[in-house]
T-cell receptor
Framework: SAVISQKPSRDICQRGTSLTIQCQVDSQVTMMFWYRQQPGQSLTLIATANQGSEATYESGFVIDKFPISRPNLTFSTLTVSNMSPEDSSIYLC????????FGPGTRLTVL | QKEVEQNSGPLSVPEGAIASLNCTYSDRGSQSFFWYRQYSGKSPELIMF????GDKEDGRFTAQLNKASQYVSLLIRDSQPSDSATYLCAVKEGTALIFGKGTTLSVSS
């Protein structure tokens, strides 16, 4: 199984600012994904991070708000732009090799 | 919009009992099904997965698929207090997983 790390583990940010979350996988994975989990809710897929090309976003999520990079097979970043309190959530990176594993998450609070 | 439905619970069982968790899915063509366990404040961890060709047993856990009725179940035998968590059902759609809202299981000692 892949081991996935994320930085930062948590952050408190001011409205209108941006935060970039990093995700590192310890082995090459075919796919990487970003999910959001709002308090008391399940996981919602934000986008699929594609290596060397633009991410594929799910309905309701746009590149201007959640730009994603994946420069190689083991690393990806998600930026939450122009944040508002509604963006307060846990953001989870996921990698898929033989199956799909999750990083520890980034707990974001926007004031 | 493809959907995965779960009863949010809580499901309460005594220690040593069998816990039965269910989820239904909307896409009749789905072929891969996953169960994750999530402890409070932690990220989901994979328990097991099954494909449309059959059920699967792994230790105290059994995953079963009923394709005709479009539901997947997870049975936990000899439930332990450490099994108390939220159990997330997920169905593979394309390359990604679509998750249900999860069922909270509470095992009392």
């Amino acid at each position: 199984s892949a081991v996935i790390s994320q930085k930062p583990s948590r952050d408190i940010c001011q409205r209108g600012t941006s935060l970039t979350i990093q995700c590192q996988v310890d082995s090459q994975v075919t796919m990487m994904f970003w999910y959001r989990q709002q308090p008391g809710q399940s996981l919602t897929l934000i986008a699929t991070a594609n290596q060397g090309s633009e991410a594929t976003y799910e309905s309701g999520f746009v590149i201007d708000k959640f730009p994603i990079s994946r420069p190689n097979l083991t690393f990806s970043t998600l930026t939450v732009s122009n944040m508002s309190p509604e963006d307060s959530s846990i953001y989870l990176c996921s990698g898929q090799g033989d199956t799909q594993y999750f990083g520890p998450g980034t707990r974001l609070t926007v004031l | 919009q493809k959907e995965v439905e779960q009863n949010s619970g809580p499901l309460s069982v005594p220690e040593g009992a069998i816990a039965s968790l269910n989820c239904t899915y909307s896409d009749r063509g789905s072929q891969s099904f996953f169960w994750y366990r999530q402890y409070s404040g932690k990220s989901p961890e994979l328990i097991m997965f099954i494909y449309s060709n059959g059920d699967k047993e792994d230790g105290r856990f059994t995953a079963q698929l009923n394709k005709a009725s479009q539901y997947v179940s997870l049975l936990i035998r000899d439930s332990q207090p450490s099994d108390s968590a939220t159990y997330l059902c997920a169905v593979k759609e394309g390359t990604a997983l679509i998750f249900g809202k999860g069922t909270t299981l509470s095992v009392s000692s």
